[in-house]
C-alpha cells in the first residue's frame, strides 16, 4: 500500500461520512504516536489524503538554535486532500527524518527549503499554501507518500540510523558536522 500512487478524490468523496470517519481516525492515530503528519496509504487506504499538525509542545526537545536552524513553527492541525506542489525552493536544507511507517530509523534528507502547494480542505475548498522550512518539509513527506515514495527513496544513504543511535551520537550535532564526520559530503 504505501508504494501505490493514490487516485483522486472527487468533491463527492470528501463530503462523504466516510472520509469524514477516516479523518477522526487518523487525527487521533497521529496524535496518539505522536507525529506531525500521516497519509491515507499509512493506515491502509490508497487516497489521497494526509493531515498535518506540529504543536507547539512537540518543540520542547529542541534548543531554539535547533528550532530557528528547521525554521519549525506551530502548524494547526489540517486536512490536505488532492495536493500539488506548484513550485518548490530551488535551495535545499538537510535534517534528519524518520517515518512512522519505517518506525525507529531516521535518516539526512534534503528537501527545498519552501514549497507551495495547492490541495482541497475537508469541505473540498481549494486551498493554497506556501509553507517554508520545517512546515515545508513535512508537506513534501506527506505529499511523497500519496505518490508511493518513502523519505529512504530521497535520503543520504550513509546517514541511516536507528532513532536509538540519533539521539546517542548526532542529536546535538549540526547536520553539516554529521555529514563530515561521516564523509557524506558531495554524496547522495
Ligand atoms: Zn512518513
New binding site residues.
Partial sequence: MLRIAARELSREEILSHKTGELIEHMRETMRHVPGV???AP?VGISLPLAVIEDREEYHNKLTAEQRRDRQRQPVPFHVVINPRILSSDSMNLEFFE?????AGYAAIVPRARAVTVEYLNEFAETKRVHAVGWYARIFQ??I??LSGI??VDRMKVGSFTTVENLERMWKDVPVPEVEARLKLRGRS
Fill in positions: 503528519g500521516l497519509a499509512q524518520g517515518c512512522l511507517s519505517v513527506h506527506e511523497d507518500h518513502l523519505y
